[in-house]
């Protein structure tokens, strides 16, 4: 699973549209479009490039009526998800391929 | 897609693609078509191809029209294209803010986004084949943004007629929509396409599923238009039952099945918002189904419901 103190962020290729409590997300480079739930949703929202985990996951304790560690577990398996989906990057990745 | 790559699986020199109004037209020929709602003026046709597009497509071929989009076809030379040996459907695209580029098999075009929206379409020869496939490939990405610049979409689905309305039946590629369509046909309903139906909205609410000049296997070469009773997303199974979608889910599902702008990063919001705000006016459903076509009282009944 993906450290706490890592950042992410979206894709280029990535469009996504809050719909009511949920959201989609359209990879364009592949045309595959995906629905998340409402927490789902709020990650991928939260998630643009400034925030570690840790940050994201912080601000969603104060909006989900859950364990902290609990939320930190699912949040952090549904980051891996999208990460190999090829939704987020991992922004630290990023710069070292770029520098290599 | 990169500008550098486009078409390079086609074209033999992708770095010579022509500009706007580059080219000469193959004939003094115009035909005006109505195509999904959209009224197109075709130039640059030779009288091969002007009878061609009378013999494909006669119910949309009609009067002169104001204002319509306009297509003009323009001559290249045949060393222009790669020769491949199968028919290839697939596309490359350019997306640029107010317009694109795409390539194909045996043809180039340009669209620009403006109001009503202008096209130009290279190819290499009037063959009767040749000139088909890639006029309807070309066609298809020009009704398409047609399509959505009046708040509708292009659709790959299944389109079956029961009495006046309509249903779609969406789905990957093998999730039965040509199943679905000729247990239609079996049935005694009438099929529009099997493969690509534009949906537009209506002025006095709802949703009509338009007739349009792209079948698959199955369907009619017709303009008519009915109004979309329900969208169902096609699951086969063992057993026939209905669960309904979501929101996200719907729209998931019909982003996903519309061609062409979904891959677009300057337009795929509009049609987002387009297919949501359709979305919200039908019902839609997950129908699982068996291959023997007993679903059909199932959609009777939500249809009375």
């Known amino acids: 699973m993906p450290d706490l103190n890592l950042v992410f962020r979206r894709k280029d290729d990535i469009r996504y549209r809050v719909v009511g409590d949920e959201a989609i997300v359209v990879r364009q480079n592949a045309a595959e479009v995906l629905a998340l739930n409402d927490v789902g949703a709020r990650v991928l929202e939260l998630i643009d490039a400034d925030k570690t985990l840790a940050q994201v996951i912080a601000t969603m304790s104060g909006e989900y009526d859950v364990r902290p560690d609990e939320l930190a577990n699912d949040v952090q398996r549904f980051v891996a998800a999208i990460r190999d989906a090829g939704i987020v990057v991992d922004v630290s990745e990023e710069v070292s391929e770029k520098v290599r | ?305």
Not at chain 2, 4 to 18: I, K, N, V, W
Not at chain 2, 76 to 96: A, C, G, H, I, N
Not at chain 2, 223 to 247: C, F, K, N, V, W
């Open chain 2, 1 to 305: 897609m990169s500008t550098e790559s486009l078409g390079a699986r086609y074209l033999a020199h992708p770095d010579r693609f022509p500009e706007w109004g580059e080219g000469a037209p193959f004939g003094p020929r115009e035909t005006s078509m109505t195509i999904c709602g959209t009224r197109v003026r075709i130039s640059g046709l030779s009288h091969e191809q002007d009878r061609a597009i009378h013999a494909l497509w006669p119910d949309f071929v009609g009067e002169d029209v104001a204002e319509p989009a306009a297509l003009s076809v323009f001559r290249t030379p045949e060393s222009t294209f790669k020769k491949l040996d199968r028919w290839v459907y697939e596309l490359d695209f350019d997306y640029q803010p107010g317009s694109l580029r795409l390539a194909g098999l045996d043809l180039m075009a340009r669209v620009d986004m403006s109001s009503p929206l202008r096209a130009a379409l290279w190819i290499a020869t009037e063959s009767p084949d040749t000139f088909h496939g890639a006029f309807e490939n070309f066609l298809r990405v020009v009704v398409a943004y047609a399509a959505m610049h009046r708040g509708g979409a292009l659709v790959h689905s299944a389109a079956v007629v029961d009495g006046d309305d309509a249903w779609l039946f969406v789905g990957h590629s093998g999730a039965g929509k040509s199943t679905v369509s000729q247990l239609g046909l079996d049935s005694g309903r009438r099929v529009l396409s099997d493969d690509l139906n534009p949906i537009l909205p209506r002025e006095d609410n709802g949703i009509d599923v338009v007739g349009s000049p792209f079948l698959g296997d199955l369907g009619t070469r017709s303009p008519a238009r009915h109004r979309l009773s329900a969208i169902y997303r096609l699951e086969q199974g063992t057993e026939d039952s209905l669960r309904p979608m979501g929101a996200a889910e719907t729209l998931a599902c019909l982003m996903a099945c519309a061609p062409y702008i979904n891959r677009d990063r300057h337009r795929a919001d509009t049609l987002c918002s387009n297919l949501l705000e359709m979305a919200q006016q039908v019902p839609a459903k997950v129908l699982t189904f068996r291959r023997d076509g007993t679903f059909w009282p199932l959609l009777e009944r939500t249809a009375l419901a």
